[in-house]
């Protein structure tokens, strides 16, 4: 008479998920909501070349003379610092808020999301859509107005990069202070208004006066805008250009320390 053993029940292995594989899922489901906003797709790619073009005559108003600057390389990196505000900060304010209001922030809080890889993962679409069309539009305003090549495309890259970490960390620090989707739309105005005036987006703090030039050089994009220009240009030294980075991260993370400290993770009442 023969026996069998009886059969041993074989217990699932638990799936393990790094902080890449997480980000990644989150990045995937806010693109598929990102396609489907035709108003956020049209604010990031129609708004940054309208200004390019709306602005091309103030620039040329400009007296530029003694700065060492062109039109070029006045209206090209200032369109890519708008397509930067336009696909990541504006954007992501009314993510950060939209998804804490409906309670998904709250939710993934329940998983082994970790804080960060929430807002990071989120983050992640507007980001690739920024750096794909300032690659473009560098492309296209080249062309267009007959300008060299950036003569320090390291410059170019550093500012890209450090802009967009910024912007992440300045739309979670302004969601934080947001209370409703419909004011998100407003929230991020005054920080956009004084980068665009003060850090010399379309005009360059060259041409301001003295005293306003000084305090203009410490907002927080205006070493972001200086490495831009600086890759065109080419003209900032090893020290400029560490010191630009350093002050940029450092902003940065003052705005993380803010996010950390104010960010709400469920609706505000």
Not at 14 to 41: C, D, I, N, Y
Not at 177 to 187: D, I, K, P, V, W
Not at 229 to 246: C, E, F
Request: proline fraction near 6%; charged fraction near 15%; charge should be positive.
């Amino acid at each position: 008479m023969t026996t069998t053993a009886p059969a041993r029940s074989v217990a699932a292995a638990p799936v393990r998920t790094g902080p890449a594989s997480r980000m990644a899922a989150l990045g995937r489901a806010e693109l598929a909501l990102l396609l489907r906003s035709k108003a956020s797709l049209v604010t990031a790619l129609v708004l940054p070349a309208t200004m390019a073009v709306s602005m091309r005559g103030l620039v040329k108003n400009l007296d530029l003379g003694g700065t060492g600057l062109s039109i070029a390389t006045v209206l090209v990196p200032g369109t890519l610092a708008m397509a930067l505000f336009f696909s990541i900060y504006t954007n992501l304010v009314g993510v950060y808020v939209t998804r804490r209001e409906s309670l998904v922030l709250k939710r993934l809080r329940t998983g082994e999301v970790r804080d960060w890889e929430i807002l990071a993962g989120g983050a992640l679409p507007a980001v690739l859509l920024a750096l794909v069309q300032c690659v473009l539009l560098a492309v296209g305003l080249t062309v267009v107005l007959d300008a060299p090549a950036p003569a320090a495309p390291h410059l170019l890259a550093a500012g890209l990069v450090v802009g967009s970490l910024m912007l992440v960390a300045g739309a979670a620090l302004t969601g934080a202070f947001t209370r409703t989707a419909e004011s998100a739309q407003l929230t991020f105005l005054p920080f956009m208004l004084v980068t665009v005036t003060g850090s010399g987006l379309f005009m360059p703090r060259e041409v301001l006066p003295g005293t306003a030039a000084d305090i203009s050089a410490w907002l927080p994009f205006s070493p972001v805008m200086d490495l831009l220009r600086g890759g065109w240009t080419g003209d900032l030294g090893a020290m400029d250009q560490g010191r630009l980075v350093l002050v940029s991260l450092a902003w940065t993370g003052v705005a993380a320390l803010g996010v950390r400290q104010w960010f709400r993770w469920g609706p505000r009442r």
